[in-house]
């Protein structure tokens, strides 16, 4: 049968579907392979979907808006009571980070329409970025119970938060996460397996990061930069124990000061460039404790000095956002 619909209307569609399939190429370099966002205004309401949960206020107007609010309702509001009642030095990180961050807010003025733009200072770049790792984690698969409540403990925070950073980084790269029974103590568990969706590909991850006295939460006072302990091969040796079932992937955050991390990590001059004389040390006595051959398949060394020392979470980021409203407790 002979199509009838004009050519008008052919090519109306088409220049539709191109321009659909630019946005979403423009959304993938920027955001990563994960789901879209899921918002509509209705009613008055702003309405945010995350994964299979509907999230719903009249004060939001920015994507920015839900995600400070995003956090103290997941964490429940006797966790924040609690948490706000303590000194504030005593706080959990995150609520070092919301109480000084909305401190930072509330010192902006009002632009004419009634909105605020707000380059961050450190405190307030590190809650967002945390509430978006959440996000992405639950909106693309599903927040595990376990890791959910060591992320509330101060105590297994910062392992946890790289754990998040892990996961939702892979969710972006286009894997999708399956979570092991950590109830079953027959063997020693990596965080995840991770699954490429368009080629099969499965990796075991591993998340490990180095604990500093006096920082994310751990007890005791921070280390004199002179004195930072750099020591990381225990760690890595740790995640190869666990004998993973399939490609071995560790995310490993050396938690150091920014100038610290440039000196220890800035890459040799080549083509292609060449890791540091001190990687290539700790991965080269790694590879003769096994034999000769390389344990781990890929190594991601990252350091985040927004949420490193709250020495440095004072320095302003080169990011501008835009925001509605603020508030410091959960209604």
């Not at 781990?296 to 004072?314: D, F, L, W």
Request: overall charge positive.
């Amino acid at each position: 049968m002979r199509s009838h619909i004009p050519p008008e209307v052919i090519e109306k569609a088409r220049k539709r579907f191109l321009e659909f399939q630019e946005r979403e190429r423009s959304r993938v370099a920027r955001f990563g392979n994960v789901r879209p966002e899921i918002a509509v205004d209705f009613q008055g309401y702003k309405f945010v979907a995350v994964g299979g949960r509907l999230y719903y206020n009249k004060r939001w107007k920015f994507f920015i808006d839900f995600l400070l609010d995003y956090i103290p309702g997941l964490f429940e509001k006797d966790w924040f009571e609690a948490e706000i009642g303590k000194a504030p030095e005593q706080r959990h990180p995150v609520m070092q980070w919301r109480v000084d961050g909305m401190h930072f807010i509330q010192r902006q003025q009002p632009k004419a329409d009634g909105t605020y733009e707000a380059t961050p200072n450190g405190s307030l770049l590190a809650y967002l970025a945390f509430a978006y790792d959440v996000y992405v984690v639950a909106h693309n698969g599903r927040l595990d119970d376990r890791l959910l409540s060591r992320l509330k403990n101060s105590d297994q925070f910062q392992g946890a938060r790289h754990e998040l950073f892990a996961e939702a980084t892979c969710f972006r790269a286009g894997f999708e996460i399956e979570h092991e029974d950590e109830t079953d103590p027959s063997s020693r568990h990596v965080e995840f397996t991770a699954i490429h969706k368009q080629t099969g590909q499965k990796i075991s991850v591993e998340a490990k990061s180095k604990h500093r006295p006096g920082v994310l939460g751990q007890p005791g006072t921070p280390e004199p930069h002179g004195d930072l302990n750099l020591r990381f091969g225990k760690l890595l040796s740790d995640a190869v124990a666990k004998t993973p079932p399939y490609p071995l992937v560790v995310f490993f955050d050396t938690n150091l000061p920014l100038h610290m991390a440039n000196r220890v990590f800035a890459f040799q001059p080549g083509n292609p460039m060449i890791p540091s004389a001190y990687v290539l040390s700790v991965l080269d006595r790694l590879r003769k404790r096994s034999g000769g051959v390389d344990p781990i398949n890929y190594v991601v060394y990252t350091t985040i000095p927004i949420i490193t020392s709250s020495a440095m979470i004072r320095r302003p980021a080169n990011i501008c956002f835009l925001f509605s409203q603020w508030f410091l407790g959960p209604r």
